[in-house]
């Protein structure tokens, strides 16, 4: 089974930075297109930027030109670099498979993300 592992949250100023990270084990991390996700205070869960195997990236509109997905195969980690953060920014982050073999994992915890005014 896929075990994710997300850190690098807290509590950040509105226009201000941070930096996440997944670390993935228990599957072959190349076969998967990986997803970083975002669930606010009373909202559903929701994809906000994705990765492919080779690199390729994709993102929703509102995070466009202000994150910056990224992933490191020989160590099995995923990155979601943030930048230029606003206060609907905050919310659990989470990062699972979006493609591949078995996708999506069990969600893991998750890392809380507060921006503040």
């Known amino acids: 089974q896929a075990q994710v592992l997300e850190s690098g949250g807290g509590l950040v100023q509105a226009g201000g930075s941070l930096k996440l990270s997944c670390e993935v084990s228990g599957r072959i991390f190349t076969l998967y297109t990986m997803g970083w996700y975002r669930q606010a205070p009373g909202k559903q869960r929701e994809l906000v930027a994705g990765?492919?195997?080779?690199?390729?990236?994709n993102y929703v509109d509102f995070v466009q030109g202000r994150f910056t997905i990224s992933r490191d195969n020989g160590k099995k980690t995923v990155y979601l670099q943030m930048d230029s953060l606003k206060l609907e920014d905050t919310g659990v982050y989470y990062c699972?498979?979006?493609?591949?073999?078995?996708?999506?994992?069990?969600w893991g915890q998750g890392t809380q993300v507060t921006v503040s005014s």
């Open positions: 699972n498979a979006l493609r591949g073999p078995g996708a999506t994992w069990k």
């Open positions: 990765v492919s195997s080779v690199g390729d990236t």
